[in-house]
């Protein structure tokens, strides 16, 4: 059993399936404003692509503040104890979901803008 103030654990299971939930808001909204103009299948596709580029983009968010705020506590515990220096460094090197869902938002998010880019 982890203990209550365990530097490892922040945030809850559920928190990037609420940033994904933020994130599929504002594609929503995105989709409500921009669905006038939006005439062809390629437009209509961009329109897919920016709410799923979105939807990843707050799921990577909020795990990337959890990130941040795991490597501030572990820097702060670094100084006292240096045994967490392997962990921070392996954090501060390493691909973590974070970084992958925010890679994968940008390459669907470009995908976006290339879909529509040829008309």
Excluded at 59 to 76: F, P, Y
Aim: charged share 10%.
């Amino acid at each position: 059993m982890p203990r209550p103030g365990d530097p490892l654990i922040r945030m809850g299971p559920w928190a990037p399936v609420a940033g994904a939930a933020l994130g599929l808001l504002l594609g929503v909204i995105v989709v409500l404003f921009l669905a006038p103009a939006v005439d062809t299948f390629d437009q209509r596709l961009s329109l897919v692509f920016v709410v799923l580029g979105l939807s990843l983009l707050g799921a990577g968010g909020t795990l990337l503040a959890d990130e941040v705020r795991l490597l501030r506590r572990g820097a702060q515990a670094a100084e006292v104890r240096a045994s967490n220096v392997g962990v921070i460094a392996g954090l501060l090197n390493g691909l973590t979901p974070a970084r992958l869902l925010i890679t994968a938002s940008a390459f669907v998010l470009l995908l976006s803008a290339y879909v529509t880019g040829g008309s």
